[in-house]
Structures are given as structure tokens and as C-alpha cells.
């Protein structure tokens, strides 16, 4: 039992669980927002935006274009939604952080040191 509570108790599976619950929420604000994209392209070119009825030749090509705009909607709105904010919340941060990769100075001054005492040593 007490295995069991360390595991349920590790980070990583409570911010998954948060993760579940925020993926769920957001998915229903991203169906609404590609509903209202396809209700605008279905004013513009007056009546539903579903293609599912176009064929040719017998070959029924409009659900490919009908998930093709979906997807291109969806698409469009997590990058503006999720990566472009993410991004620039990471590029704020990284610049307000201290630089890691910059040396320290005392540290190449002792690796100096050390290399002095080498080569007398040779």
C-alpha cells in the first residue's frame, strides 16, 4: 500500500491527471471556435459549411475537403492559442533567468590552475 502512495503522490501523475482535465476543457473551447470559423465560411458562401456532398464521378471527395477545413482550423487555433503564447512565455523567462551556459569565472580560473600545475609537474 504504502508503494502505491508514493505513486499516486509523484508529480508527474497529479500533472497528468491536471493535464487530462485542462485538455478536456480546452478541447470543447476549440470545437466551439471551429464551429463559429465554419458557421462564418458557411455565411460567406451562403448556406452550411459541409462539403460531405461534393463527388465526382461517383467519388465522393467532400468529407476529405469538410475534415480538411476542420483540421486546418483546429490546427490554426492551438498553435494561437497554446504554442505562441507558450513560446513567448518561454522567451521572457529565459531572458529574466540567469545565464547558465555563460562559465563561471572562479571555475575557468582553477581550471587555469590546475593546468599550470600540470605542465610544471611535466
Sequence with gaps: ?????????????????????????????????????????????GGQPN?????????VYGTVITALVGFLILAAAVYLMVVKPYEAAQARFKKDAPAEDA???QVELLKEIRDAVRANRA
Design 103 to 105: 562559465p563561471d569565472p
Design 51 to 59: 462539403f460531405d456532398s461534393l463527388n465526382a464521378g461517383g467519388v
Design 1 to 45: 500500500m504504502k508503494g502505491f502512495k508514493n505513486f499516486i503522490m509523484q508529480g508527474n501523475v497529479v500533472e497528468l491527471a491536471v493535464a487530462v482535465v485542462i485538455a478536456g476543457a480546452f478541447g470543447k473551447v476549440v470545437e466551439a471556435f471551429v464551429k463559429l470559423i465554419m458557421d462564418i465560411i458557411g455565411k460567406v458562401i
